[in-house]
C-alpha cells in the first residue's frame, strides 16, 4: 500500500549521465513533469529557495491552475533559480528514495543543465568563470590589480565586470593571493606536536580551488590546528573537485576531475592518511557527488569512506583521543551560519561542536539558508533575489550583533554580511567573514 512519505532511510541512485536517454529533451520533460506534479500536490519546499516559489507561481497563474497549462519552456526559470544546496531532498522530501515516487529534484535539476550543456545553451560566460584553477593561477599573478579591480567600491570597474561578465556590479567577490596555499605550506616550518592526544594521525589537507587560490588563512587555520593536535599533515592539490562544473551540467568535466583527484589521493589512503577537504562543497563532492557519477571506480569509492570535513576531522580527534589544552576566550561572540552543504553530508552540526570547546564562548547558530548558493548569487539576474533568499539569516545575524560571523562557506558568510548591510545600509561592525577552524585557530593563539 501507498504510504505517505517514506519509512525507509534515504538513498540516492547513480546519475545516469552516460545514458543517451538522460540527454533526451523528450523523456526530460516528461520527468519534469511527473516531479513537478508530485511538488505541485505537496509544497513543503516553499519556503526554502525561489525555485518552489517560482514553480507553484507557474502553476496557480496558468490556465487551468494544473501543470497541463504550463509550457515546457518556462521550466527554465524553475532550474535557473536551483543552487543545487540538497535541502529539499534531505530536510523537506517526503518522497525521495526508497519511496516508489523517487523524487530527487536537485539531480533532475543538474540533468536539465546537462542537456542544455550538450545542447551548446550554457552561456560562454558561465563555462568561463568555471574555470577555476585557470583563472586562479592567471588572476593570482596580477592578485592586486584583480583585487582593485573587483571591490565593490570601485564602480568603473564593476559595472565593465557587470556589463561583461554578468557578475552583479554590487556582489562581494573573492579576493585572489599571488601566494597559492600549496605554496605557502611548502614554505612553512612545521611542528607536530608529539605530546598531543592525537599524535600518531597522518592526513593529506585537500586544498581546494577556493583555499588554494582565494583564502590560504582557511587552509594554514587548518595545518597549525592539526599539527598542534599531532596529526602530520601534507598539502596535496590535484585540481578542482568539478563542483563549478557540476553546477552547470558538464558531467564530463566532474568526472574526469572526479578520476584523476582520485587516483592521486587513493595513494595517499593506501599509505594511512586520512584526506581533509576545507570546504563543505568539496567534502560533498568527495563523499558523496562522485561516488553517483563513477560508481565503479575504485579510486572515487576508496577515496570517498577516507574523506572528512575539516570540521568533522576536528570532532573525532576531540572524541576519540582529545585536543590539546591552550584554548583561550576570544572576545565578542561567535555567529555561526550552518553551511546547507554541510548539512548535505549528514553528520550534524560538527562546527557548533568544534567551536564549543572555545571556552565561553558566546555562539549564535544560524540553519538558514545564506541565500549566495555558490556562484549563482553572485550573478547579475540572481544577487537580488540572493539578498531576498538570505534575509531570514542577515536577520539572525544582525540580532546576534557578534564580533564574529563564520560559515564553513566563508561565501556565505560574506554574504550574510552583505544581507546585514541592506537591511538597513549600515555595514556590520565585522572584520571579515570567517571559517570556523580560523576561529578555533584564533583561540590557539595563531
Known amino acids: 500500500m501507498l504510504k505517505e512519505g517514506s519509512l525507509g532511510a534515504p538513498t540516492r541512485h547513480a546519475v545516469q549521465w552516460q545514458d543517451e536517454d538522460f540527454y533526451s529533451s523528450d523523456k526530460l520533460d516528461d520527468e519534469l513533469r511527473r516531479v513537478f506534479d508530485v511538488c505541485h500536490g505537496c509544497r513543503r519546499c516553499f519556503n526554502l529557495c525561489d525555485s518552489f516559489p517560482k514553480l507553484f507561481d507557474l502553476i496557480d497563474d496558468s490556465e487551468s491552475g494544473e501543470l497541463d497549462t504550463v509550457a515546457s519552456a518556462d521550466f527554465e526559470s524553475v532550474v535557473d533559480a536551483c543552487t543545487l544546496c540538497d535541502m529539499c531532498y534531505l530536510t523537506k522530501c517526503p518522497y525521495v528514495p526508497p519511496h516508489e515516487f523517487n523524487i530527487d529534484f536537485p539531480h533532475l535539476m543538474l540533468r536539465y ?168 562543497s568539496c567534502a560533498l563532492m568527495l563523499k558523496f557527488e562522485w561516488p553517483l557519477i563513477l560508481p565503479e571506480n575504485e579510486d572515487v569509492k576508496a577515496l570517498s569512506v577516507a574523506t572528512y570535513d575539516i570540521d568533522e576531522y576536528v570532532i573525532e580527534i576531540a572524541k576519540k583521543e582529545g585536543l590539546v589544552d591552550g584554548l583561550k576566550a576570544l572576545d565578542g561572540g561567535i555567529t555561526l551560519h550552518h553551511a546547507c552543504h554541510s548539512r548535505a553530508q549528514n553528520f550534524g552540526q560538527k562546527s557548533v561542536e568544534m567551536l564549543k570547546f572555545i571556552p565561553d564562548v558566546d555562539l549564535t547558530v544560524i540553519e538558514r539558508c545564506s541565500g549566495h548558493g555558490g556562484s549563482w548569487g553572485m550573478m547579475k539576474d540572481n544577487f537580488e533575489t540572493a539578498l531576498k533568499v538570505g534575509k531570514p539569516a542577515a536577520r539572525q545575524a544582525r540580532k546576534a550583533s557578534s564580533t564574529y560571523v563564520a560559515s564553513g562557506c566563508p561565501l556565505a558568510a560574506e554574504h550574510i554580511l552583505q544581507g546585514i548591510e541592506a537591511l538597513d545600509g549600515k555595514k556590520p561592525n565585522v572584520e571579515k567573514a570567517t571559517h570556523p577552524i580560523e576561529l578555533l585557530a584564533k583561540a590557539y593563539g595563531f
Open 113 to 280: 543543465r546537462a542537456v542544455q550543456f550538450r545542447n551548446g545553451k550554457t552561456p560562454f560566460v558561465n563555462k568561463e568563470l568555471t574555470k577555476t584553477d585557470r583563472n586562479g593561477k592567471a588572476l593570482g599573478k596580477i592578485a592586486s590589480i584583480v583585487n582593485w579591480g573587483s571591490n565593490v567600491e570601485n564602480s568603473l570597474t564593476r559595472k565593465l565586470l557587470e556589463t561583461t561578465c554578468n557578475v552583479h556590479s554590487d556582489a562581494s567577490l573573492p579576493k585572489f593571493h599571488k601566494e597559492t596555499f600549496v605554496e605557502t605550506d611548502k614554505n612553512k616550518i612545521k611542528s607536530v606536536n608529539s605530546a598531543a592526544p592525537g599524535y600518531g594521525r597522518k592526513a593529506v589537507i585537500y586544498a581546494t580551488c577556493f583555499v588554494n587560490y582565494n583564502n590560504p588563512s582557511i587552509g594554514t587555520s587548518a595545518v597549525n590546528v592539526l599539527n598542534t593536535n599531532g596529526v602530520e599533515t601534507e598539502v596535496v592539490y590535484p585540481s578542482c573537485c568539478g563542483m563549478p562544473q557540476l553546477e552547470q551540467g558538464n558531467i564530463a568535466e566532474v568526472a574526469r576531475a572526479a578520476e584523476n583527484v582520485a587516483k592521486e589521493l587513493r595513494s595517499w589512503v593506501d599509505k594511512g592518511h586520512d584526506i581533509i577537504a576545507l570546504t563543505p
